[in-house]
């Protein structure tokens, strides 16, 4: 590729084709304009948001649904600070994303630039690696090595902040460019005797789990770890739900997690999900292995488990996998009766939520949401997004599809629409559900225009309780009834937002109405918005006892 005779906006861009990329989720603003124009000579699309924090979601969504980096490009100063607390979403999901944000010129620092700020600091507690280039000539490391920071070992989001006169200046004819396997992720691998170690303690457990983290939740993710089944005979359970082991989406898994005698932490972190890997939440004897790739992350588990911690592997979780694939363990065929169990712990719903009669009026959860399956199970590459406090569990706990993209361990909101977004991109012509409370719907409403903008279908599914629910909830189970403060809100009718801006929508206040609702808003091809007054209850909590 030739870099001669062009800027350093140019060979950012050039840069990032050579790396793959072919989207960019982006808000304009002065100290990217250089960017802006050398895209116009390039493969490169850009998806101009509403939000700097939109464009940072689109790119997490984006990344966890294709398995490519995320990029997101943002201007300086308070563009760079609204697009920062979208990282913490992607740190919590494990997500590769990068976030380019211009900066003041190296040359004015001090002086009172315009938007002055030290944004690598602001980004650094958010992010595996935060910094500021420099150069115009190193502007091409930089980007491969932004890139490869955010996809090795356990994935994450990454931050480069580009001065302007670096983006303008000419390329000095002595710079090195990237080469492709500058892209690539580094690998860690453990000592092949390390990872059969492990493997044997498991063998010999009588109720052994496996815990994966967010990393592996994706379809091609999920697809692995039933190969690992396949060939250890030993449940595996995802975990990227803030309710950890509460949460409805894995059933009555609480009840059988206490009885395990042997956990590998497979990327799993022992955090406030896990309830630290403390009893009642586990049985007082059970032991524990790990294979993580971060060295801190053992330390933390060995300070949390003492004893219990028996054996430990540095090693990134993909490759450790592929090393136990390759032990020539043979195929288990037969379920044993543990893996029943656990399969069927986590596959329980309550009988009650087939007997709930329909209704008009405000409608159960469990009504609202059920009947969305159908179109979930239409298509073989379907998304479900969930967004959302209490609604949002409702819907990992009624609904599932070959794609997931949840709001994860950050437990944070907002990000639904902007994730729906993404997703019609990265999966075009296939059914996406995205469902989320009314509260949420207001962080990044004004994403229906970037949707009507790109011609990008997707059914919001937005639960009307009127109120904060989630906060309400807490403050009724902890201080009372009568101490209920700051949760209202208005029955608002959002479905009528979502046609403001160009797009399909339907109030639905009667049960039978929910699937009919939602197949007419697949037909109009639009991004639709489908309203429905729902019951303000709790989050599920599912028990079998």
Not at 99 to 115: D, V
Not at 518 to 528: E, F, H, M, V, Y
């Amino acid at each position: 590729m030739n870099y001669k005779n062009i800027n350093g906006a140019s060979v950012l861009v050039k840069v990032l084709a050579t790396a793959g990329i072919t989207k960019i989720f982006t808000l304009s603003g002065n100290h990217i304009m250089p960017v802006y124009d050398a895209i116009f000579d390039s493969t490169i699309d850009l998806i101009h948001t509403r939000h700097e924090g939109a464009a940072v979601h689109m790119a997490d969504a984006w990344a966890r649904l294709t398995g490519e980096v995320g990029i997101a490009l943002v201007t300086g100063g308070p563009g760079h600070a609204n697009a920062i607390s979208a990282l913490y979403t992607a740190a919590m999901a494990e997500s590769p994303v990068v976030l380019l944000s211009g900066h003041a010129p190296l040359g004015q620092l001090g002086k009172g630039a315009f938007q002055e700020m030290r944004q690598a600091d602001i980004a650094a507690p958010l992010t595996k690696a935060s910094w500021v280039c420099q150069k115009t000539e190193v502007i091409g490391l930089d980007i491969a090595k932004a890139i490869q920071i955010a996809k090795s070992g356990r994935p994450g989001p990454v931050h480069l902040s580009l001065p302007t006169d670096v983006l303008e200046f000419a390329l000095p004819e002595s710079s090195v460019m990237p080469v492709p396997a500058s892209f690539n992720a580094e690998k860690i691998l453990a000592p092949e005797s390390n990872i059969s170690k492990i493997v044997t303690k498991l063998k010999e457990a009588s109720k052994p789990l496996i815990l994966t983290g967010p990393q592996m939740q994706s379809k091609a993710g999920k697809v692995l770890l039933s190969k690992l089944v396949q060939v250890l005979g030993i449940p595996v359970v995802g975990m990227e739900s803030p309710r950890g082991i509460g949460d409805p989406s894995l059933g009555a898994f609480s009840e059988v997690l206490s009885q395990a005698d042997y956990v590998l932490l497979l990327g799993k972190k022992v955090d406030f999900t896990l309830k630290f890997a403390q009893s009642p939440g586990f049985n007082k004897e059970c032991l524990f292995l790990q294979i993580d790739p971060d060295a801190e992350e053992i330390k933390r588990a060995k300070n949390a488990l003492g004893q219990r911690l028996v054996e430990s592997a540095l090693s990134d979780v993909p490759s450790a996998i592929d090393q136990i694939l390759s032990l020539n363990l043979g195929i288990n065929s037969a379920q044993s009766d543990w893996q029943k169990e656990v399969s069927d712990a986590i596959h329980f719903k309550p009988v009650a939520w087939a007997n709930i009669p329909a209704n008009k009026g405000k409608l159960h959860p469990v009504l609202a949401l059920a009947p969305l399956q159908e179109i979930l199970d239409s298509h073989p590459d379907s998304v479900l997004i969930s967004d959302g406090g209490e609604i949002g569990q409702w819907a990992q706990a009624c609904l599932h599809a070959p794609n997931r993209v949840i709001n994860g361990v950050a437990g944070s909101i907002g990000a639904g629409l902007p994730f729906a977004a993404a997703a019609s991109i990265a999966k075009p012509n296939v059914p996406i559900i995205a469902v989320m409370g009314d509260g949420t719907f207001g962080f990044h409403s004004a994403e229906i225009d970037t949707a009507i903008r790109y011609r990008l279908p997707f059914t919001l599914i937005v639960g009307n309780d009127a109120r904060w629910n989630a906060e309400y909830q807490i403050q009724v189970r902890d201080y009372g009834q009568d101490r209920t403060l700051g949760c209202e809100l208005l029955p608002s009718r959002y479905e009528k937002v979502c046609e403001a801006f160009g797009g399909y929508g339907e109030y639905v206040d009667d049960s039978r109405e929910v699937l009919p609702a939602a197949k007419r808003a697949i037909d109009s091809k639009l991004p639709s918005c489908i309203n429905i007054m729902i019951d303000g209850l709790a989050a599920p909590n599912i028990k079998r006892l």
